[in-house]
């Protein structure tokens, strides 16, 4: 199996505050793998990091073989990276049909199937279509964490990052959400996701990894951690 993504003593700060000096781990295309942990533990950072939207400052990342280093975040996204941030930070005043749209802008090859990419995100999200003319500033958390996915899906990834979809949502819809990361990788995008839902991201995982104080402490499948009396106690309240 081929490696979708490799990371190898990764390390990042924010200014002076160092979030972690060596993380390494690997995905394999076609993986679905969650990375779960405390707040604070540096989850949203290393995708971050991966995606170029926090300076490199030690270590490597490969992304299908070749190396991103020195790589804007606009030529990481053109290397088959998608990534779907925590908080959405989509354009409130712009509609969401354009809001989708601006997902392929500046990628040609993401242009031309564009129509064929949009049909596929309206069928995963069917309210989107329904709410294509209106305001993104308008819409509901739910429906704004289904547009932030559906426009990183404009870029055509091959891996698609994604940073806390459930936050805010209720249980109805997280499992609306949860249900389309399922199919989105069913279709062949590799997907690494970052989550405080434990519980649900685990059942959904291939493999998961455990960040603790700016490290990976424990890598097995998501069927395994669920049950791993450590995680148990840690995260799930068991």
């Given at each position: 199996m081929s490696t979708a993504l490799k990371v190898e003593g990764l390390a990042a700060s924010y200014g002076k505050i160092q979030v972690f000096w060596n993380i390494s781990f690997h995905v394999d295309e076609g993986e679905f793998v969650t990375i779960i942990g405390a707040n604070g533990a540096g989850k949203t950072t290393v995708l971050k990091t991966i995606s170029g939207l926090i300076p490199l400052r030690g270590g490597s990342v490969?992304?299908?073989?070749?190396?991103?280093?020195?790589?804007?975040?606009?030529?990481?996204?053109?290397?088959?990276?998608?990534?779907?941030?925590?908080?959405?930070?989509?354009?409130?005043?712009?509609?969401?049909?354009?809001?989708?749209?601006?997902?392929?802008?500046?990628?040609?090859?993401?242009?031309?199937?564009?129509?064929?990419?949009?049909?596929?995100?309206?069928?995963?999200?069917?309210?989107?279509?329904?709410?294509?003319?209106?305001?993104?500033?308008?819409?509901?958390?739910g429906e704004l964490q289904m547009l932030a996915i559906g426009r990183a899906l404009m870029s055509k990834p091959r891996l698609l990052l994604v940073d806390e979809p459930s936050l805010g949502l209720a249980p109805a819809l997280t499992k609306t959400v949860f249900g389309a990361l399922q199919q989105i990788n069913k279709e062949g995008v590799t997907v690494v996701l970052v989550e405080q839902n434990v519980q649900q991201s685990l059942k959904l995982a291939d493999r998961a990894f455990v960040l603790e104080n700016g490290e990976i402490i424990k890598e097995a499948s998501g069927a395994k951690l669920l049950h791993d009396p450590d995680v148990q106690a840690a995260y799930l309240s068991i």
């Open positions: 490969q992304a299908f073989g070749k190396s991103l280093k020195g790589f804007s975040a606009a030529k990481i996204v053109r290397a088959g990276l998608g990534h779907v941030p925590e908080g959405r930070q989509l354009f409130g005043l712009m509609t969401v049909l354009e809001n989708i749209e601006s997902g392929a802008d500046y990628l040609p090859e993401a242009r031309k199937e564009a129509a064929k990419t949009k049909d596929f995100v309206y069928k995963l999200f069917p309210r989107l279509a329904e709410r294509e003319p209106q305001l993104a500033g308008t819409l509901s958390g």
